[in-house]
């Protein structure tokens, strides 16, 4: 019986609760307006910075970066936690004080790997 309903149901099933979230949500949708203004003063801030950000429309950004992995470690170090690929950092868009801090801190750091 198990293998037969096993078969039968979704591959990825959502539960009851979940589907219930999704629907309030849905219902009365965030503003999301502040995050999207904020990562695009993010993102031109990482433009001053001589870096070119991937267009997103999420709450993060996607940054080519040589020494991706040595960057990171050394932002890591100062308290900033990013996603870190090997030719690439991934940064969540935060507030702008946050935000201001990440990009001073990686200043530093990009100074120090060149």
């Known amino acids: 019986t198990a293998r037969e309903l096993n078969a039968r149901h979704a591959p990825a099933p959502v539960s009851t609760l979940s589907a219930s979230l999704?629907?309030?949500?849905l219902a009365e949708p965030p503003d999301i307006q502040h995050v999207v203004e904020e990562r695009e003063r993010l993102a031109e801030r990482l433009?001053?910075?001589g870096l070119q950000p991937l267009p997103s429309s999420a709450n993060f950004l996607y940054v080519p970066?040589?020494?991706?992995?040595?960057?990171s470690d050394l932002l890591l170090a100062q308290g900033m936690v990013i996603r870190a690929y090997p030719?690439?950092?991934?940064?969540?868009?935060?507030?702008?004080?946050?935000?201001?801090?990440?990009?001073?801190?990686l200043a530093r750091a990009l100074e120090h790997v060149r």
């Open 87 to 105: 030719n690439a950092i991934r940064v969540t868009v935060l507030d702008t004080v946050a935000n201001n801090r990440f990009i001073d801190t």
């Open 47 to 49: 433009h001053e910075l």
């Open 65 to 71: 970066l040589d020494r991706a992995v040595q960057v």
């Open 22 to 25: 999704a629907l309030a949500a």
